[in-house]
């Protein structure tokens, strides 16, 4: 062991290509895994709001057979519950009659929970987004869609100005941006709470927007809604709407893009692997006369084996813990990039694994090197020139 | 005294001396080895025979490609013979095993090559140490064991010295060094001071003649200089894979 050590670090220069190359395979593979489920969660959160695929929708439809139904508060709480929703989002819309500068005219309201802006990953464009407080304490506020504010008042500064609709006046918080939807951009977004209190009669809670976690958790989701529903209420006109078709595409892209990644790490450590095994060929090559020397002074075939052998092992080892080092760093960086930290024990697995596999590619790319180096004969050997 | 002279004195001893005897170190019956190329068999020993005792300088003495070289490896189990019998004492060396046979050169044969043969980037302390690594001597005792053998040959204080900064004397005295320090009781040398000159030449000679004087090794040297052949006791010509005239 310490012959070989002393071999590696005598020949430090020759090896360090092979080093970096198997060090950097490492630590992609243990940023992979270890920030793997939440790199992908924000990759799926990213991708998802482009097509919407994480989003259910969920209704009550209108049949003129059945009575006019709504979500009951319990059914909410029970979708909430479903393993894989992020979040349940109840919503009513209708239409109701304002004044604008003494002129009548009817404006799309909708009527939103707490949750809606987490749901949509929304945010303001101006001013702000009323807060789940807002709509504890049914206050009187609205924000308002790019569309309506501009064509309202002509400017994105609508913070603290008011609308009159119905028989009461709305204080305007902000501006909602990201809604994608161009009927929802000419809209007005008043608290459930204070809709319910102000304009039941004219509001249907009849939609439920569900979104989960992963692209992975929407089939099951999906099929757990109907039962959630009636565990609850009548669900004879329930419609659950997905987008499979978008959740198809979004979800190829993402393989082949997570694909190509995995393919750029194997391909790394392949080429590592095979540059261990050319440098031990090479190593063998160039110290024949050693190897045979060797042998003349009473080295067996096992101990010559076992010296080439442990000097790819230290090669991959020594990768392996660069490597470590290595992916400790990313890890720690994409996790205040992204805001979220991996559990410990997944980064301790991971050092656990490419342990491993710095062992399996040691012996694996310095097995036959040394099997030629123990087998080589003495006399062609010392006389090698 | 010229090199003829001086042949013709050891051939002469030889032949009073050479008789197999029963308190040999070493012996060979009727050994040959062929080699087998395109070209057909090439036969570089054929039926040698003879012993070695300790306390003996054997010089095996011919021309380039004569099979001297040939019969020193066979002496140091780096080859095996086609055919003929080997002997250490009452042990026939050909039926070990290959483990066997390594584990017997490193505790009774040393070796010196010709090319100065030493590790690269090494230093002297770790080219002595290689063989006592091999034969499993505790690390604590091998430190005495190296001193002890650079002393015999004068080169105790190059100790830590890096193997490529010595010269080419120097080198040879090392490897010179590096075949006594497992205490071996055959040095096989082959063509010990062909890389050096005169003076360096006969320094290594007057240790091997160091060694032997002790009486519990014997050296066979490969060479074709006569005056080294002249400092041995006995010398073995050989021409054509035949040891001439001697038994």
Redesign the interface.
């Known amino acids: 062991m310490r012959?070989s050590l002393?071999q590696v670090v005598?020949h430090r220069r020759r090896y360090i290509g092979v080093v970096l190359a198997i060090a950097i395979g490492v630590a992609g593979f243990i940023s992979i895994i270890t920030m793997g489920q939440d790199v992908k969660r924000n990759f799926n959160e990213d991708l998802a709001f482009i097509g919407g695929v994480t989003i259910i929708r969920t209704v009550l439809e209108f049949r003129p057979q059945l009575p006019l139904s709504e979500f009951h508060p319990d059914t909410v709480e029970a979708i909430q519950k479903i393993p894989g929703v992020t979040v349940a989002s109840l919503v009513g819309m209708t239409r109701l009659n304002f004044f604008w500068k003494g002129e009548p005219d009817n404006l799309s309201v909708v009527a939103v929970d707490e949750n809606f802006w987490k749901m949509r990953n929304l945010t303001a464009i101006s001013g702000t987004l009323f807060s789940p407080q807002a709509v504890k304490e049914r206050q009187r506020v609205v924000v308002l869609g790019k569309r309506l504010a501009q064509s309202l008042f002509g400017t994105d500064q609508v913070a603290g100005r008011t609308i009159e609709m119905g028989h009461d006046v709305y204080r305007v918080t902000g501006i909602v941006g990201g809604l994608r939807d161009i009927n929802m951009e000419k809209s007005v977004f008043v608290p459930l709470t204070t809709a319910v209190d102000r304009f039941s009669r004219e509001l249907v809670r009849d939609r439920m927007y569900v979104r989960c976690a992963t692209w992975d958790d929407v089939p099951a989701v999906a099929a757990a809604i109907p039962q959630a529903v009636k565990a609850h209420q009548s669900a004879k006109n329930l419609v659950v709407e997905v987008s499979w078709e978008n959740l198809e595409h979004v979800k190829k892209v993402a393989f082949w893009i997570e694909f190509f990644i995995y393919l750029a790490f194997a391909a790394t450590l392949i080429l590592g692997g095979m540059g261990i095994w050319n440098i031990m060929m090479a190593a063998v090559r160039t110290r024949t006369?050693?190897i045979g020397?060797?042998?003349?002074?009473?080295?067996?075939?096992r101990?010559i084996l076992s010296q080439f052998l442990t000097e790819a092992l230290c090669l991959s080892l020594v990768a392996a813990v660069i490597g470590v080092a290595l992916g400790r760093v990313l890890v720690e960086l994409l996790g205040f990039w992204i805001g979220m930290r991996p559990p410990e024990e997944l980064f301790f697995t991971c050092l656990a694994i490419s342990l491993v596999f710095a062992v399996v590619l040691g012996v694996g790319a310095g097995l036959y090197p040394s099997l030629q180096a123990a087998r080589m004969?003495?006399?062609s050997a010392?006389r090698y020139e | 005294m010229n090199s003829h002279a001086i042949l013709n004195h050891n051939l002469l001893l030889m032949n009073t001396k050479a008789a197999p005897s029963p308190d040999a170190l070493i012996q060979v019956a009727n050994l040959t080895k062929t080699y087998h190329n395109g070209a057909g068999p090439i036969e570089v020993l054929r039926k040698v025979d003879f012993a070695i005792h300790l306390g003996e300088m054997v010089a095996v003495m011919g021309p380039s490609g004569s099979g001297k070289s040939s019969l020193l490896y066979i002496l140091g189990l780096l080859q095996l013979p086609t055919s003929g019998s080997y002997h250490w004492q009452d042990t026939d060396l050909l039926t070990l095993s290959r483990g066997q046979q390594a584990e017997f050169r490193r505790r009774r044969l040393g070796f010196v090559f010709q090319a100065c043969d030493l590790l690269e980037n090494s230093t002297v302390y770790e080219n002595l140490e290689f063989p006592l690594i091999y034969e499993g001597v505790e690390r604590q005792e091998r430190p005495p064991r190296i001193q002890e053998a650079l002393q015999r040959v004068n080169l105790e204080h190059r100790l830590y010295h890096s193997s490529n900064l010595l010269s080419g004397g120097e080198r040879q005295r090392v490897a010179v060094a590096r075949a006594l320090v497992n205490r071996p009781q055959l040095i096989l040398a082959d063509e010990p001071t062909g890389q050096l000159d005169r003076r360096h030449g006969h320094l290594v000679m007057e240790h091997f003649e160091e060694i032997i004087a002790v009486g519990d090794t014997a050296v066979v040297v490969v060479t074709h200089d006569p005056d080294i052949a002249a400092r041995c006791s006995r010398v073995c010509p050989m021409e054509d894979g035949v040891l001439c005239g001697l038994r």
């Open positions: 012959v002393r005598r006369r050693e020397l060797k042998k003349a002074m009473g080295a067996e075939d101990d004969e003495v006399v010392t």
